[in-house]
């Protein structure tokens, strides 16, 4: 896997993925989602990050890896409704327990159909997942309404009558044992499985009921499925690849170690490198100067990188991302009374979660004035046809800007795991002392794994405005400053948003103090799908970094985990070689 470098001087990026990507294998590991492809695809595959294992627990627990209980605090609820009539100034709309004047109608009882659609596409309802084993493929839909476009197999919603069937008949049949992606996010409540995140809030989701050794297991396990049954890399032939690591800038030391382990030693690729989502970025999109600003469903961070080196002292992790929106949407929708009767919770049943996100996505968006739709709303109850309620939606733009007033969304309702679980270096080590490698039995895999600080991380319950302005001016350089406000670039599902641009643009540049030499800011187009940009980077850095030290061994991480007399270590992508970076640009 050795490159020339004569070669590289002269060769384009897109032919060197070409000829070189296909045994590259590029892992983007979010809180929600999971981005993986082979590095020459022009897009990864994008998975819900999660599992549903069979459970025989009376009273079954629908979901083992969240807190839930969702209800809000009065002072909370207050902030809420003080957030709400700051942006319906701001927006223009009316406050949030004022009626629309002159109107015969309230506004919490608007007319339905004196709104148009918004778009013109069809809401299609999800359907529930098959949940066993070997079952023949079930016959077309007629209407073509009751199916779900992901891209895989149609199923035809699940009827009474024959879900009555299924229960007939469900002796002679085996459950699947688990179910990865959003087919586990769409399995009926009442069948007897249990879902699993095993990354919340940019951390793997440890808690006093979800332990480490169970997180690991399911990550290896939806890595492993995506990899055999999507990109259908089975196990045996995983010797031939590499695998890039990209990973958010929230993730601790420990955290990193234990997904080199699970993508060496379980996985069982021959090589990984590890670079960090903020560098990454700037690969992707081709600038070797920017302010990055990587919108996740779960996590909003900042970081600055200039010339190809990432400022660790200009990290902000902000703790509330897109599902906090969709929640939102819900909150706002109920309090003006246009939700449906009908019982949605978006912390038991995942597919209400799936639902809510979808509404976002199609009618969300940030401009001033009243922002109202006529929508699909589709209901789940246990085993039954998806309810449909025609229902107009109201104050569409105040949810996204809970980015600027992250009171409006009530984000904490995940409460973080002890930092002892990532700072304590001989607690977190403590199972690892007695982990079984094949071959070699058991062995201290840190042993000579140097402890690295952690890296200064910051998590603010400030706006998204302040925070790029607060990571910008850390810098401390005026030159920079204004380079990094002009090179401002979103990235992230969130950053679809649309009016999201010009809204950080003018909220940044408010945020600037008076008396910063500052007077302009500008957000940079994305090259590429912004949701995708950290992964492009990744397969990009893959492609060039020629140098390879960075790269660890499947044989050298079993046999002694790192070896510090060799210098090897993974790679720390706060730093990169100057000439890689030169490369990229000329």
């Not at 590890?274 to 989502?277: L, P, R, S, Y």
């Not at 100067?289 to 970081?303: E, K, L, Y």
């Given at each position: 896997m050795a490159f020339n470098q004569d070669y590289l001087k002269t060769v384009v990026p897109s032919q060197l993925l070409a000829e070189r990507g296909s045994n590259l294998v590029v892992i983007n590991p979010g809180s929600a989602n999971i981005r993986i492809g082979r590095a020459q695809q022009d897009s990864p595959l994008n998975i819900p990050h999660c599992i549903a294992r069979r459970t025989s627990q009376v009273p079954k627990r629908n979901v083992q890896d969240q807190m839930l209980n969702s209800q809000v605090t009065t002072a909370q609820h207050m902030e809420r409704e003080r957030a709400y009539d700051i942006i319906a100034s701001l927006l223009?709309?009316?406050f949030l327990d004022e009626e629309v004047p002159n109107s015969s109608y309230p506004r919490k009882m608007g007319r339905v159909d004196a709104y148009p659609p918004q778009n013109n596409k069809k809401e299609i309802p999800f359907t529930w997942t098959e949940v066993f084993e070997n079952t023949p493929p079930p016959p077309p839909s007629s209407g073509g309404d009751n199916s779900i476009t992901n891209g895989e197999t149609s199923e035809p919603p699940i009827t009474k009558e024959n879900n009555n069937t299924m229960e007939l008949s469900s002796g002679e049949r085996k459950y699947k044992e688990y179910i990865c992606g959003e087919d586990a996010l769409r399995i009926s409540p009442n069948e007897p499985y249990c879902l699993r995140r095993p990354i919340r809030r940019g951390h793997l989701n440890i808690s006093q009921h979800y332990s480490m050794q169970q997180v690991l297991e399911d990550l290896q396990t939806i890595w492993d499925w995506i990899l055999t049954e999507k990109l259908n890399i089975p196990q045996h032939l995983r010797h031939m690849y590499a695998a890039i690591l990209v990973v958010p800038e929230t993730f601790d030391n420990r955290e990193i170690k234990e997904m080199i382990s699970i993508v060496l030693r379980d996985l069982q690729f021959s090589l990984t490198v590890?670079?960090?989502?903020g560098l990454a970025a700037i690969f992707g999109n081709g600038l070797?100067?920017?302010?990055?600003?990587?919108?996740?469903?779960?996590?909003?961070?900042?970081?600055?990188?200039?010339?190809?080196v990432a400022l660790p002292s200009t990290l902000i992790s902000l703790r509330y991302g897109g599902e906090d929106i969709s929640r939102c949407l819900l909150w706002t929708q109920r309090h003006h009374q246009t939700w449906p009767p009908i019982r949605t919770d978006a912390f038991t049943k995942p597919v209400d979660l799936l639902t809510l996100n979808k509404l976002k996505e199609s009618y969300c968006m940030i401009r001033e004035g009243e922002v109202e739709a006529v929508a699909q709303v589709h209901s789940y109850e246990d085993g039954m046809v998806p309810g449909s309620h025609k229902s107009r939606l109201t104050a569409l733009n105040v949810p996204p800007m809970g980015l600027f007033y992250p009171t409006l969304l009530v984000p904490d309702v995940y409460?973080?795991?002890p930092r002892s679980w990532f700072n304590d270096y001989d607690d977190m080590l403590e199972d690892t002392w007695h982990m079984d490698f094949p071959g070699t039995g058991a062995f201290p895999m840190w042993e000579s794994y140097p402890i690295f600080q952690s890296k200064p991380k910051r998590e603010d319950n400030i706006g998204l405005a302040e925070a790029i302005a607060k990571s910008i001016l850390s810098t401390a350089r005026i030159d920079l400053q204004r380079k990094l406000f002009c090179s401002m670039q979103l990235i992230g599902g969130v950053a679809l948003t649309d009016g999201l641009i010009p809204a950080v643009e003018e909220r940044v540049l408010h945020a600037i103090p008076s008396h910063e030499a500052i007077d302009t800011v500008e957000v940079l187009q994305s090259r590429t799908n912004p949701a995708f940009v950290s992964w492009k980077g990744g397969a990009v850095l893959g492609i060039l970094d020629f140098t390879r030290d960075g790269w660890i061994s499947r044989e050298d991480w079993i046999r002694s985990g790192i070896d510090t007399r060799i210098r090897r270590k993974y790679k720390d992508s706060y730093y990169l070689q100057a000439h890689t970076m030169a490369y990229i640009n000329s």
């Open positions: 223009k709309i009316p590890v670079h960090q989502e070797p100067t920017a302010c990055i600003v990587n919108m996740g469903a779960q996590v909003t961070s900042v970081i600055c990188v200039e010339d190809g409460p973080p795991p």
